[in-house]
């Protein structure tokens, strides 16, 4: 495989749609060709699983049923999009991907570490982000931002669960190397200048290759 593969990561309200576009736009202008792309979700059978994650419904969904959904919507958005991306030496921005299976079913669900290792060894083996982008922002102030707006399942959880979310991705941020923690209570231009001169080191030393 030749092309990088980009994760941005955060709680709800931290900022990754305010800022996506502004890192894919970037790479681009550098004359790489980047598949940007999400999970949940990422291809229309993977959007339908991305549905039924986020609707609110009476029936109450068991947390294991969560996490196999998560990696359903995975395993397709891996063999339909970004394998095949990463093969034709493409680059694959994605909003999200097993580190906030980690963060949100580990961290905020309380499942079993060892349950969700299985299955991304099961999904996706050795393959793993060359680069997380992970804007990390106090859970007061994230609520904050997206008080007005409809609330997805996931976004009616209680702020001990985006403690327990925020302090998971914390915990990656200080074990994996690929991390750059960015500080998201800055304003959105400092976010995107913070984003940019990380994304402009990490091209120059993934570089291009053949
Ligand atoms: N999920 C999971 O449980 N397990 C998994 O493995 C995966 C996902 C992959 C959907 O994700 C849910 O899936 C997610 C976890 C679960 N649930 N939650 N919560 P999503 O990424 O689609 O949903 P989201 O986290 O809610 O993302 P979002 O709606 O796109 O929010 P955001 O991108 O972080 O924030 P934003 O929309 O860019 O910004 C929010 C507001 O803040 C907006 O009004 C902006 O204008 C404002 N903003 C942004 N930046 C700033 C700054 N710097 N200053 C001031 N205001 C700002």
């Known amino acids: 495989m030749n092309g990088a593969f980009i994760t941005i990561e955060g709680s709800e309200g931290v900022g990754k749609t305010s ?4 890192m894919v736009a970037r790479l681009r202008a550098k004359g790489l060709t980047v598949v940007h792309t999400r999970e949940p979700g990422g291809t ?6 991305r549905t039924l994650l986020l609707d609110v419904r009476a029936e109450p ?5 969560e996490l196999l959904l998560v990696f359903a919507s995975r395993a397709q958005h891996l063999d339909q999009v970004i394998r095949p991306a990463l093969a034709r030496g493409d680059w694959v921005v994605c909003d999200r991907f097993t580190d906030a299976t980690y963060a949100y079913q580990g961290g905020g669900r309380g499942l079993d570490i060892s349950q969700i290792d299985q299955l991304a060894a099961l999904v996706h083996g050795d393959l793993q982000p060359d680069l997380t982008i992970y804007l990390d922002l ?13 609330h997805d399942r996931f976004e009616r959880e209680q702020r001990a669960f ?6 998971t991705y ?5 074990r994996h190397q690929r991390y750059e923690l960015i500080d998201a209570s800055q304003p959105l231009p400092d976010v995107q200048q913070d984003i940019a001169t990380r994304l ?4 120059a030393r993934f570089g291009p290759r053949s």
């Open 200 to 203: 402009d080191a990490f091209v």
């Open 19 to 22: 800022n996506v576009e502004a």
């Open 138 to 150: 106090a859970v007061d102030v994230a609520f904050e931002r997206i008080k007005g707006r409809d």
């Open 44 to 49: 229309p059978l993977a959007e339908d699983i």
């Open 170 to 174: 914390r915990t990656l941020a200080e």
């Open 61 to 65: 969904m068991a947390s294991l049923t």
């Open 162 to 167: 985006f403690e327990s979310v925020r302090s």
